[in-house]
């Protein structure tokens, strides 16, 4: 095997043929059955789901195989689910967890392999420990792996096909007023990207006065002339689209939607760090919740802001839902986020629902009357202006080991012009500034590259900041 299975921020990624083989997918499955029957949770079942990418279908199959061998009941999905969906149905049906055969946001040629744990949410570490232990023990036998014929196991009922949707846009009918929503004169512009999205929003809010348009809505697992990461540079034709018929709203979901983006009625991508914001201001105002909001490192300092304003504590973690999800849990947070452009709510299960978080926003325009563009600036009225970007550059291990040394060894005191008041190693180095804003050098848990974000109260300097971040580093 070329790479060892490694779980990351979110699961085990590796390219299509290459380190992501069937061979790999049946070892996973047998190291998260080995998990199962330790903990004794193996006589509540699994559910599998899977995405729109190349063979998922039969990935996930392998893995049911393999799960159904160990006589451990499956709920296999009948089609391509969202990540949400899938999540959602683990404690919805009281299983011991999910497996989740996608890779997210990346390109055409990867694919994934995702465990959740009994409440929907990302495994925490030391269950993703526990499976790779089991993963490399079995690597090395290269034997132990049980298999029973898909066949074979559905005619005895070790393996049934669901379909996950049903359930999941009942429960969202609890969440939020979908036929106020169908109501609405609206006209909104949806770009799944080829991804597991596919007809989710349609099918919730059909049948009113809403237009909806779908683009990118068929299953093409080349993923052509886009990456599925909901994005600005991703989105330019549904930027052109709002604008050229008129739009109210477009709407984005990655891969296995559980992260969106949000283009305004003028064409103009909404960054993930505003549309958060303007969730966090949907519930506490709009809504009237109260309770803790919780944000990843590399989220908007907005946050804290309204936590002034509206008197809630805000909480911050590493980078990865898996973070976020126990301690939105503990707290009772009401919204959990990144910056990557996934949100998980209070109510919903713990896991980034990019769906939900598209009918909040949807939402949010119907109760205040503003368009996108006024809800923005109704939110700099309370916080201030923000303005926030991120740089990716591919590097090499031996790279990676050269930043780490020179920024552990010779920290900056001064940052385009601004003097550092603090240093934060939690999670690669964040540098804050004198004026509140900040940047920040990272290193991706699942791609080889390291990440430069910054946010400052204007563009330029947010510019500044990234190219002062690039020199930092040596590139």
């Known amino acids: 095997m070329a790479n060892p299975i490694k779980f990351g921020t979110d699961g085990w990624r590796g390219i299509i043929a290459e380190d992501f083989t069937f061979d790999n997918v049946r070892i996973c499955a047998q190291a998260v059955a080995k998990y199962l029957k330790k903990d004794g949770l193996d006589k509540r079942g699994l559910v599998i789901g899977y995405d729109t990418r190349f063979a998922s279908e039969d990935f996930a199959a392998a893995a049911a195989e393999v799960i159904a061998g160990n006589d451990i009941k499956v709920h296999l999905c009948l089609k391509p689910a969202p990540t949400p969906v899938v999540s959602f149905a683990v404690p919805a049906t009281k299983s011991a967890g999910a497996i989740l055969i996608t ?21 925490p570490d030391e269950v993703t420990s526990q499976i790779e232990r089991n993963i490399a023990s079995l690597t090395r036998r ?51 990207m080829y991804g597991a999205g596919i007809g989710y929003f349609k099918a919730v809010l059909q049948g009113g006065n809403l237009k909806i348009t779908e683009i990118n809505a068929e299953r093409n ?7 599925p990461e909901p994005i600005a540079k991703n989105l330019a034709k549904l930027s052109r689209l709002v604008v050229e018929r008129k739009a109210d709203v477009g709407l984005a979901t990655d891969g296995d939607a559980d992260r969106i983006g949000i283009i305004d009625e003028m064409g103009q991508f909404l960054t993930q760090h505003q549309v958060f914001a303007l969730l966090c201001l949907y519930l506490l105002e709009v809504r009237g919740e109260r309770g803790a909001m919780v944000r990843t490192l590399t989220s908007t300092m907005m946050l804290a802001r309204l936590g002034r304003l509206f008197d809630v504590a805000v909480y911050e973690t590493p980078v990865g839902f898996k973070y976020v999800a126990p301690l939105m849990m503990e707290k009772n947070a009401i919204i959990g986020g990144e910056e990557s452009g996934g949100y998980g709510f209070r ?26 563009s006024q809800l923005l600036d109704y939110l700099y009225s309370k916080v201030g202006p923000h303005y926030y970007d991120r740089r990716d550059f591919h590097i090499s291990a031996a790279k990676r080991q050269t930043i780490l040394h020179r920024l552990s060894s010779n920290p900056p005191d001064n940052i385009a012009g601004s003097k550092v008041t603090k240093v934060d190693t939690t999670d690669g180095f964040r540098f804050f500034l004198v004026d509140e804003s900040w940047l920040l050098i990272r290193f991706s848990g699942t791609e080889p590259l390291v990440r430069i974000y910054a946010e400052a109260e204007s563009l330029e300097m947010v510019r500044e900041l990234l190219d002062e971040g690039k020199k930092l580093i040596g590139l």
Not at 154 to 179: N, T
């Open 103 to 123: 890779a997210s946001h990346n390109p055409g040629s990867w694919n994934g392999f995702k465990y959740r744990s009994q409440d929907g949410a990302s495994a």
């Open 347 to 372: 109510g919903h299960v713990s896991e980034r629902d990019a769906i939900l978080a598209g009918l909040y926003f949807l939402d949010f325009m119907v109760k205040t009357g503003k368009t996108p």
């Open 221 to 227: 697992p080349s993923f052509p002339q886009i990456h």
């Open 142 to 192: 290269r034997e132990g792996v049980k298999r029973l014929a898909l066949d074979k196991a559905l005619k005895k009922g070790i393996v049934d096909y669901v379909d996950l949707s049903p359930a999941y846009f009942e429960h969202l009918s609890h969440l939020v007023d979908i036929e106020e929503l169908r109501r609405q004169k609206l006209n909104i512009i949806v770009d799944p």
